[in-house]
């Protein structure tokens, strides 16, 4: 986590940022903060942001605008210093070339910082699936209709069409291109079920059937972090021909849509989320956990949620059931996830 103190500026909020790290985004805003102080095209890119508080990210919001340039062919002679275009040129020589960038696209650039950070990340998927051998085992239903909240893109949703294996078992089509092996750790049971119906919703849904969609998840994976970038290249073609229904809605008013009705009865209706809670304002938290009860009273609902706890720490990897006719909700805390997803670590049998 980076420490922003209150009332930096946003020359010391990129500085914060990037610390003493040497990788292109750390080398770019030092540069970057460097740059603005001397009141250079990044002071234009940022002319009336200069307030704006460290959550907005500004700093993650013009690397992603500038990688955006290079991804469509706007800036071809940064491509050098991006590891993931296959670029090797020493990061702490970028920033000249960068400025260069910058310099010719400052209107556009500026655009981009109305663009908050979005990110779908795939490796979650694990966890989720781990969340639904158990519910599956404990429901003994293995017909499932999942929802998410927070889907961003929706990859997430396509779970079963990933491979994923732990330290005996596998899951998922052999010859898939999205690939999660030994992702797993502990004791873990699979079952086999099948997705009757998947549907998301989130704030900014990412149109994944357009060029422009695909391009802005790329944009927000940083260039070095390679393994992130070939897992969502592996699973963009897939979501491109099964493409995710999105809903741009807020969590909670979108599942109280969703969740009306008795649900099919031999069905079990699950909602996932991940790395979501986090932005939604208390309200929101409060009317998800009411309808999820409310709802658990008249069908078979389950819950898996891959959250924060707001104490610290790792991501933490939780299921809830409610069954028909069940007095009580089943709750379980399974694990701890990383923060993409892989490793999920189950530590309960
Ligand atoms: C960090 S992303 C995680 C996306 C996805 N769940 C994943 O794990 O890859 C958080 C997502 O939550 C969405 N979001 C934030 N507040 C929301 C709300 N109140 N209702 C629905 N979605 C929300 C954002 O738009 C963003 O797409």
């Given at each position: 986590m980076?420490?922003?103190?209150p009332?930096m500026?946003?020359?010391?909020?990129f500085?914060?940022?990037?610390?003493?790290?040497?990788?292109?985004?750390?080398?770019?805003?030092?540069?970057?903060?460097?740059d603005?102080?001397a009141?250079?095209?990044?002071r234009?890119?940022?002319?009336?942001y200069?307030?704006?508080?460290p959550?907005?990210?500004?700093?993650?919001?013009?690397?992603?605008g500038i990688?955006?340039?290079?991804?469509?062919?706007?800036a071809?002679?940064l491509?050098?210093?991006?590891?993931?275009?296959?670029?090797?040129?020493?990061?702490?020589?970028?920033?000249?070339?960068m400025?260069?960038?910058?310099?010719?696209?400052?209107?556009?650039?500026?655009?981009?910082?109305?663009?908050?950070p979005?990110?779908?990340?795939?490796g979650?998927?694990?966890?989720?699936?781990?969340?639904?051998?158990?519910?599956?085992?404990?429901?003994?239903?293995?017909?499932?209709?999942?929802?998410?909240?927070g889907?961003?893109?929706g990859?997430?949703?396509?779970?079963?069409?990933?491979?994923?294996?732990?330290?005996?078992?596998?899951?998922?089509?052999?010859?898939?291109?999205?690939?999660?092996?030994?992702a797993?750790?502990?004791?873990?049971q699979p079952?086999?079920?099948?997705?009757?119906?998947?549907?998301?919703c989130d704030?900014?849904?990412?149109?994944?059937?357009?060029?422009?969609?695909?391009?802005?998840l790329?944009?927000?994976?940083?260039?070095?972090?390679?393994?992130?970038?070939?897992?969502?290249?592996?699973?963009?073609?897939?979501a491109?021909?099964?493409?995710?229904v999105?809903?741009?809605?807020?969590?909670?008013?979108?599942?109280?849509?969703q969740?009306?009705?008795a649900?099919e009865?031999?069905?079990?209706?699950?909602?996932?989320?991940?790395?979501?809670?986090?932005?939604?304002?208390e309200?929101?938290?409060?009317?998800?956990d009411r309808?999820?009860n409310?709802?658990?009273?008249?069908?078979?609902?389950?819950?898996?949620?891959?959250?924060?706890?707001?104490?610290?720490?790792?991501?933490?990897?939780?299921?809830?059931l409610?069954?028909?006719?069940?007095?009580s909700?089943r709750?379980r805390?399974l694990?701890?996830?990383?923060?993409?997803?892989?490793?999920?670590?189950?530590?309960?049998?």
């Amino acid at each position: 986590m980076v420490d922003f103190a209150p009332g930096m500026t946003l020359a010391e909020q990129f500085r914060a940022h990037a610390g003493d790290q040497t990788h292109l985004y750390a080398c770019a805003m030092r540069s970057m903060a460097d740059d603005w102080e001397a009141g250079g095209p990044i002071r234009e890119v940022c002319a009336g942001y200069e307030m704006a508080p460290p959550r907005l990210m500004i700093q993650l919001r013009l690397l992603a605008g500038i990688f955006r340039l290079v991804l469509t062919d706007r800036a071809p002679e940064l491509r050098a210093f991006y590891p993931c275009l296959g670029g090797h040129a020493p990061p702490e020589t970028a920033w000249p070339v960068m400025r260069r960038v910058v310099a010719e696209h400052v209107a556009e650039l500026h655009r981009s910082l109305q663009v908050a950070p979005q990110t779908n990340e795939v490796g979650r998927s694990v966890a989720l699936l781990a969340g639904l051998f158990d519910l599956v085992e404990a429901a003994g239903l293995v017909r499932i209709r999942l929802l998410e909240v927070g889907a961003s893109a929706g990859l997430n949703l396509l779970v079963d069409r990933f491979y994923v294996s732990g330290d005996d078992w596998e899951y998922g089509p052999p010859d898939s291109p999205v690939r999660f092996e030994r992702a797993v750790q502990g004791p873990v049971q699979p079952y086999h079920f099948g997705v009757t119906s998947r549907r998301g919703c989130d704030l900014e849904p990412v149109e994944i059937t357009t060029e422009q969609g695909r391009t802005l998840l790329t944009s927000f994976v940083w260039p070095f972090d390679l393994h992130r970038h070939r897992r969502l290249a592996a699973v963009l073609p897939l979501a491109q021909h099964n493409p995710p229904v999105v809903d741009a809605a807020s969590a909670g008013d979108w599942l109280s849509g969703q969740l009306r009705g008795a649900g099919e009865p031999d069905e079990l209706t699950v909602v996932w989320q991940s790395v979501t809670r986090l932005y939604w304002p208390e309200a929101e938290i409060a009317a998800v956990d009411r309808l999820l009860n409310e709802r658990g009273a008249e069908r078979a609902l389950g819950h898996v949620s891959m959250e924060y706890n707001p104490s610290g720490g790792q991501p933490e990897l939780r299921t809830q059931l409610w069954l028909p006719g069940r007095a009580s909700v089943r709750r379980r805390l399974l694990g701890t996830v990383h923060d993409h997803g892989i490793p999920v670590r189950v530590n309960v049998a």
